[in-house]
């Protein structure tokens, strides 16, 4: 049988741990949470049955396990100490059986959005982005109809271009417009892209750290 691994945790430190470790939550602050999860192993959640392809007619199964650290903390920990507990987690995955890995929330962000932990793990690791980027780049598309804006003809701003997802939005949207602005706050990383997007790109295309630009545009992602 197929299966599948995802990795969640917890996002408001009180609720979600008071849902596993009812005594845990009640006697410690957020605070103490946040600590003191630094040290908390990787937490099997549950069991997912009954998933069946409506194509191909096959069950899967799979299995919801969480990384201890809080958002919060993965900004505050040192990037590596965060790859070490979710490629323990992803480890914990391997053990029960899973045939493909998703990185969930804050997991599918920190770092390089999940390539040290795919190079770390046996199994495939998918963070979800495609997808986002396809809903993103399309939600623009049907927007463009809505408004009856032809998008070849249009300039559209992409915010937070330099990120995992903006950047391949970036992409796409540059084949596309007339004009598209990069917008993010590092100049230099906006460059790099402005010159990487250059070779394949429809668009004239301009970099902006700031937010100003964007009156200058139609359509904005």
């Not at 040192?78 to 997991?107: C, D, H, S």
């Not at 495939?124 to 809903?135: E, F, K, Q």
């Amino acid at each position: 049988m197929d299966s599948f691994a995802f990795i969640i945790h917890p996002v408001d430190p009180k609720r979600d741990v008071s849902r596993k470790f009812p005594f845990l939550g009640r006697v410690l602050s957020e605070k103490q949470i946040d600590f003191f999860s630094t040290f908390f192993p990787p937490v099997y959640i549950s069991e997912i049955e009954g998933i069946k392809s409506q194509a191909t007619g096959k069950e899967i199964k799979g299995w919801f396990i969480a990384c201890p650290y809080t958002p919060r903390r993965m900004m505050q920990l040192p990037e590596k100490t965060v790859y070490r507990k979710i490629i323990q987690t992803g480890r914990m995955a391997e053990k029960l059986g899973a045939n493909i890995l998703g990185l969930g929330a804050f997991t599918s962000v920190v770092g390089d959005a999940g390539k040290t932990i795919a190079d770390k793990l046996e199994i495939p690791v998918t963070t979800g982005d495609s997808y986002t980027v396809m809903i993103a780049v399309q939600a623009i598309r049907d927007a463009a109809k809505v408004m009856d804006i032809k998008i070849e003809d249009a300039t559209v701003a992409v915010v937070g271009a330099t990120g995992s997802i903006g950047r391949v939005c970036a992409e796409l949207i540059a084949g596309e417009a007339a004009r598209t602005f990069l917008i993010a706050r590092d100049e230099k990383k906006l460059e790099v892209l402005r010159d990487r997007l250059k070779v394949n790109a429809r668009s004239e295309l301009c970099i902006s750290t700031k937010m100003d630009v964007l009156k200058e545009a139609q359509l904005i992602l």
